[in-house]
């Protein structure tokens, strides 16, 4: 996804601003892979192959996703059971 359409996502659950961690781009100011995390409501939305998934809990599967989050060194806060990152993952990201 090219960063400039970063301006125009937002938190699919409650519109909030949401926060990028980039793992990969290419030369062309595109990110490959990446986290967005919503300053409000905390869920994160993977980008993957180039594409932000911002799907609703209910499209998405925390079993298919936490794997990929792994990849990255990130873990889900099991005790939630939502599309949120543990206090040890969150603090990785703004480090
Ligand atoms: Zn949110």
Avoid: H
């Amino acid at each position: 996804m090219r960063k400039q359409l970063l301006e125009k996502l937002c938190c699919p659950f409650d519109k909030g601003e949401l926060e990028v961690t980039i793992f990969t781009e290419d030369d062309n100011d595109r990110i490959y892979e990446g986290l967005l995390t919503c300053k409000i409501c905390n869920r994160y939305y993977p980008i993957i192959y180039g594409i932000p998934i911002m799907s609703p809990d209910e499209y998405r599967e925390l079993k298919l996703e936490a794997p990929i989050l792994e990849r990255w060194g990130l873990s889900i806060d099991q005790k939630q059971n939502l599309f949120v990152l543990d206090d040890q993952s969150r603090k990785k990201l703004i480090s």
